[in-house]
């Protein structure tokens, strides 16, 4: 199990510890992670950036200019929107990645925003603006209430309000998908896993242009070290 699949299990547990069963917080335990998380695209696209590079001390020092400023992404965001407390926030390694109720940022069984989600993304975006060199992909799940294909468009018509008033803000390198049920991450007989399905998922990472300069950068350092 890697370190991102730990944070975001941990994640996704904080998220009910204190609504969830006991019976049902020790089935989450007892179940392998990679099970819970593997169609969890969120997961993966933090690691878009860096995916499939050898290791490589130009690398190494690539991953870390872009993950000092995913770090200061964190801060910021933690900082800004944790008033709210809904939000779990985690920077696994070059990306950030924030898991939030969906019941928290929808009206229910509709596609509106609630006054706190308005007010979370407005929030996210004045941060994200300030970081043109992120990209922003944003995953909304559902919970298996309904039909397989009411459950999708719901979860479109959600990620496309989100990425509407993302752009609204300003915030224009946005990515967005409705996964319907079709990613649970426990099961849907219970009420609590039924809530805990009910997500949204944003990971944020560096842009291949950011990661373009900062290989540059280093190359020039290293030549210069080197004369």
Known sequence: MNRLSTLLFTALLLLSACTMPKEISNALYDREVDELLQNTAAEYIVHAGFENKDATLLNKRTAAVVKEQAQLIEIKLESMLSEDEVATIRQPDEGV??????????????????????????????????????????????????????????????????????????????HTEGKGALVPIITNESEEGRKLNRRVEIAVVASPKLIKQSRKAIKRDIRKSNN
């Open 97 to 174: 990645l924030i898991v939030i109720p969906s019941d928290f940022m929808f009206k229910s069984g509709r596609s509106e925003l609630t006054e706190g989600g308005i007010r979370y993304m407005e929030g996210f975006a004045f941060i994200l603006s300030q970081f043109p060199d992120f990209r922003t992909y944003i995953l909304v799940h559902t919970d298996n209430n309904a039909s397989e294909y009411m459950s999708l468009a719901l979860s479109e018509e959600r990620a496309k309000t989100l990425k509407k008033i993302l752009k609204k803000e300003g915030l224009g390198a946005v």
